[in-house]
């Protein structure tokens, strides 16, 4: 069966939506720990960090919305993502440590391309536009499964599934063997089922974003339609 | 755990998304076979003489600060007056090298940004300039320089509108349209090979300046001054000099944006390096009247010479810049630009009498805000 992860940015909402997510069918839960300066982020994920930073969401206050999620929603892996800024001020060791003891399952670093710190336990990310040579280096090094930029962009809802994502996936297969979940653009039960058939997950960030905005129960549904496309 | 080591211990390094990483590669590539190139220099030479007016001059003040000697280094009489044009006319012709036709850049006092409007508008590449609405509003004239040079300014009207958030819409556009478009950065910042590409089409300046010194004193500064906002010519000035034990090298930050003074380690921009943020790396917000110093970041060598002493890096305040802007204007004709009014500020009360400071840039595009704080003086 097709994996659906689904981002939430870490606020104080976020078990109650995490349990929303898990509900409609998420099998993991990607939970983001804002920063100031998001490189990778388009303005809707951009824009819930600057709400969630307002709210007072640090390295700490983040940490205990990871554990609280985790007692909600124990059996479903949640990987926080961040930037390199909060490991750097955290410490990288602690930080990886107290992310497992409240219940994280790896984590996702997105400015930190995999020969910076390649020992940091995380999952990679490749991209379009990633040679083949660092394709392979990042499936060497990845945790459990390999993300894949779908776009050469940042995070965002998109018309179309990107047109890369096809010979991405192909190259990819055939260099590494973890499970291939692609993200960035995905928003629709249409784009779920195309980047369903040809990735082993999909990652719907920006636009789940949107709909947590009206509630758990707007979230369900969404994520339900998103698991009824990945399975028929 | 390990870090990366690079030229500058453990500062700078890659910190940005996989996606750029072999744009960064090509950059790097690039980059060394220019280097090893004598038509890459040729060229560079070339327009470095009889399109930018290099070199520039090397004055001697004699009425700014009694009892010492202060000799200026004139990059404000460079085109497009400030030193910014001497990077951005290596990076366009490391660009066309690469096949790049679209060229996007960030910019803070709208130096940069003119500065690369300028090389694009001569080399016919389309040109992108990302800007904050706060800076948009205090350097006007840059503004619609660029206009007219036919860059297309975009601004930005989040977070802090300055050349923080400029810099990072720069690198979402980069990411975005990475396989046509090459982000002409205007400082010593960013991702490898950024800082040192920018330190070494910069360090014209200090070549320059050391040689034309020795020529006016028989001998060396006993100190070199230069303003750092992410600091090129600062870098630019002191690799001149860095193999010269004797001469102290001294940088001069805003007082409310003091990377190097009060800021701790972490990354932003690409790079790790020293910067403005709070206990949980989240960046601060830097503030200075000066739009070219009012960046949270640096480059990552200062930090590296920072922490190996070999430079010094001490503030200015608001107040004491436009002092000694107004004073410098009064006392040798030559009004500067706000950012290095810093250096100058810090120069003429420096325990040393033979000094040579980098003047930037010109304060034509500063004159309406400096005129107005001056007046609340």
């Known amino acids: 069966m097709k994996k659906l992860v689904i981002y939430l940015m870490a606020d104080p909402e976020t078990p109650e939506l995490a349990r929303a997510a898990v509900e409609g069918g998420a099998d993991i839960i990607e939970l983001g720990f804002p920063f100031s300066d998001p490189l990778a982020d388009g303005p809707v994920v951009r824009r819930a960090g600057e709400r969630a930073l307002a709210r007072g969401m640090r390295t700490r206050e983040c940490l205990a919305v990871l554990a609280q999620t985790h007692a909600v929603v124990p059996d479903t892996p949640i990987v926080p993502m961040t930037y390199a800024s909060l490991l750097e001020a955290y410490g990288w060791e602690r930080f990886e440590q107290d992310v497992q003891a409240a219940g994280g399952s790896s984590m996702i670093i997105v400015d930190l391309p995999v020969d910076e710190r390649p020992e940091l336990r995380r999952v990679q990310l490749v991209a379009p536009t990633s040679t083949d040579e660092r394709i392979a280096l990042a499936g060497a090094h990845t945790d459990g499964w390999l993300y894949l930029v779908t776009v050469t962009g940042t995070t965002g809802a998109r018309g179309e599934v990107s047109s890369a994502l096809p010979g991405l996936v192909e190259r990819t297969r055939r260099l590494v063997s973890a499970p291939l979940y692609a993200g960035f653009g995905i928003s629709t039960p249409e784009h779920a089922r195309s980047v369903g058939a040809l990735a082993d997950g999909i990652v719907v960030g920006s636009r789940a974003l949107q709909v947590a905005e009206e509630g758990p129960e707007a979230l369900r549904e969404y994520v339900a339609s998103l698991r009824g496309a990945l399975d028929s | ?377």
């Not at chain 2, 006007?140 to 977070?159: H, I, K």
Request: with cysteine; charged share 25%; aromatic share 6%.
């Open chain 2, 1 to 377: 755990m390990s870090t990366t080591t690079s030229a500058f211990g453990t500062y700078g390094g890659r910190y940005v998304p996989e996606t750029l990483i072999p744009a960064l590669d090509e950059l790097e590539q690039g980059w060394r076979d220019a280097l090893a190139d004598d038509s890459f220099h040729r060229e560079l030479h070339e327009l470095l003489t009889t399109y930018a007016g290099r070199p520039t001059p090397l004055t001697l003040s004699e009425r700014f600060a009694p009892g010492k000697r202060i000799y200026l280094k004139r990059e404000d009489l460079l085109h497009t007056g400030a030193h910014k044009l001497n990077n951005a006319l290596g990076q366009v012709v490391l660009a066309r090298r690469l096949g790049k036709h679209r060229i996007v850049a960030e910019t803070g006092a709208g130096q940069h940004g003119v500065a690369t409007a300028t090389v694009c508008a001569k080399f016919g590449l389309e040109c992108v300039v990302y800007m904050g609405e706060e800076d948009m509003r205090r350097q006007r004239p840059n503004v619609d320089r660029m206009g007219l040079l036919g860059a297309e300014v975009r601004p930005v009207d989040f977070g802090t509108k300055t050349l923080k958030e400029a810099t990072s819409e720069a690198i979402r556009d980069w990411i975005t349209n990475v396989e046509t478009t090459h982000y002409l950065i205007g400082s010593c910042v960013g991702p490898a090979p950024y800082p040192e590409l920018v330190a070494e089409l910069q360090s014209v300046i200090g070549r320059e300046a050391r040689e034309q010194h020795l020529a006016a004193e028989g001998r060396l500064p006993e100190a070199v001054v230069a303003c750092v906002g992410g600091g090129s010519n600062a870098i630019g000035t002191f690799h001149g000099f860095l193999d010269d034990a004797d001469v102290r090298l001294v940088g001069v930050e805003a007082a409310g944006a003091a990377s190097l003074g009060s800021g701790r380690t972490g990354v932003l921009h690409g790079a790790r390096s020293s910067v403005l943020a709070d206990e949980d790396g989240q960046i601060a917000d830097a503030h200075s009247i000066s739009a070219g110093l009012d960046y949270p970041g640096v480059g990552p060598e200062h930090a590296f010479l920072r922490d190996s002493k070999r430079a010094t890096y001490v503030g200015a305040t608001d107040e004491e810049a436009l002092h000694a802007l107004r004073d410098l204007a009064r006392t040798e004709g030559i009004i500067p630009a706000l950012e290095p009014a810093h250096a100058l500020a810090r120069a003429r009360e420096l325990d040393a009498e033979l000094i040579l400071v980098c003047v930037s840039g010109r304060g034509d595009k500063d004159l309406a805000e400096a005129l107005v704080a001056l007046e609340r003086l």
